[in-house]
């Protein structure tokens, strides 16, 4: 069965990250479109799927989206547009700054 992560632009350009189980993702979608679910989408419908990646192991998935949900923006379009050179160059940066490698 595995899970879904996936990430949605909303009506007022911002970003939200979820995870769903099951092997169809349009249909959770859709109830986010048609306000199923109180929170951060209810207002700012409709969205849109812009990523998403299936996970085999829930607790994968469920890892994934705590990571990503910790990301900049800049790092979220970089994944969007699967744009890996400046993934991973965002990637070596904390608050704008190069990463000590010591």
């Known amino acids: 069965m595995g899970i879904y992560v996936y990430m949605l632009r909303c009506a007022d350009d911002s970003y939200y990250i979820g995870s769903a189980t099951g092997d169809d993702l349009s249909h959770r979608i859709a109830q986010h479109n048609a306000g ?3 929170g951060y ?3 700012r419908r409709p969205v849109m799927l812009v990523w998403s990646e299936h996970f085999d192991r829930i607790t994968d998935g469920i ?3 705590r990571r990503l ?4 923006r800049a790092k979220k379009e970089a994944l969007i547009k699967g744009d890996w050179s400046t993934l991973t160059t ?3 940066q904390r608050a704008g700054h190069p990463r000590n490698s010591a």
């Open 36 to 38: 199923t679910f109180a």
């Open 41 to 43: 989408i209810f207002t």
């Open 63 to 65: 890892a994934a989206e």
């Open 69 to 72: 949900k910790g990301w900049s």
């Open 90 to 92: 965002l990637a070596k």
